[in-house]
């Protein structure tokens, strides 16, 4: 069994896409982030980090006590290589297969995450924030364009991990003003992934289907939800273990 601390923005719902895929049993526990449900000493213990998603393997291999892992890409290998599933064994595939998926971690991700911060969340809009962050946003779906037009899937022939971790960022970038339909083989990719039935299970799910606040174009936080998502309770929460905090 695997407990899915979760929210269902894109690094969730990478997760919930390969747990749907495996067909694991797996139970969610759902946090409202902007309610700073993820802000407290327990999950902290989870996730040092204080974000989402994370797991916890209550049934490891070793047979040792249950096994809490963060960061979703080392999710996504911990539980490929749990399962022997959706990672390629052979060598050259497989160094094909983490490469795409650490280019997600290191820079589809974070550098789109700067563009949604800028675009959708920012109480000002910031002209070079949001110029220099859409540009490169759209300089990385250039390169997965690039890759796509020259395999089927990320990793060579075979839908891998790195596919499920690309996918709900590139989905994601008509928030920031980016239609995927102007980059064909990414947007043939897109649609041929977005068809399996776990992809659709995962964003539909009663737990983990997304819902509307994700979705704005453009929030509206309370000053209370700023501070649990990008203010000083957020801020605070990593120096909460130091009795000078
Ligand atoms: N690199 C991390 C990023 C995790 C992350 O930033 N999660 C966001 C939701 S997508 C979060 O928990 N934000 C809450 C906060 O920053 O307080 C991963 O891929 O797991």
């Known amino acids: ?10 690094n969730g719902l990478k997760v919930a896409i390969m747990l749907a895929e495996l067909g694991l049993p797996y139970r969610v526990v759902n946090y409202d982030l902007f309610g ?6 327990e999950f902290r213990r989870i996730n040092p980090n204080s974000k989402l998603p994370a797991i916890i393997d209550m049934a490891p291999a070793d047979g040792g006590e249950p096994l809490p892992v963060f960061e979703s890409g080392a999710v996504l290998m911990y539980l490929a290589e749990k399962t022997g599933r959706f990672l390629p064994t052979a060598p050259r595939d497989r160094a094909v297969a983490q490469q795409w998926l650490l280019w997600q971690m290191a820079g589809l991700g974070p550098m789109h995450g700067q563009a949604h911060h800028f675009v959708r969340y920012a109480p000002e809009k ?25 395999a089927r899937f990320l990793a060579g022939d075979e839908y891998s991990i790195a596919d499920m971790a690309a996918w709900p960022w590139a989905g ?6 980016i239609d995927i339909a ?3 083989s990414l947007a043939r990719w897109h649609a041929e992934v977005g068809a399996r039935p776990a ?18 174009e453009r929030a509206q936080l309370t000053a209370e939800q700023w501070a649990n998502t990008f203010g000083d309770r957020m801020h605070a929460a990593a120096s909460s273990h130091r009795a000078d905090a």
């Open 36 to 41: 700073g449900q993820h802000l407290t000493a």
């Open 182 to 184: 102007e980059f064909p």
């Open 126 to 150: 910031i002209d070079y924030a949001v110029t220099r962050y859409t540009r490169e946003a759209r300089r990385l779906l250039n390169v997965l364009d690039y890759r796509l037009s020259e």
């Open 1 to 10: 069994m695997i407990e899915l601390h979760y929210v269902a923005t894109a």
């Open 199 to 216: 992809v659709a299970a995962a964003l539909a799910g009663k737990e983990t289907g997304v819902p509307p606040e994700y979705m704005q």
């Open 172 to 177: 994601g970038a008509a928030l920031i003003g």
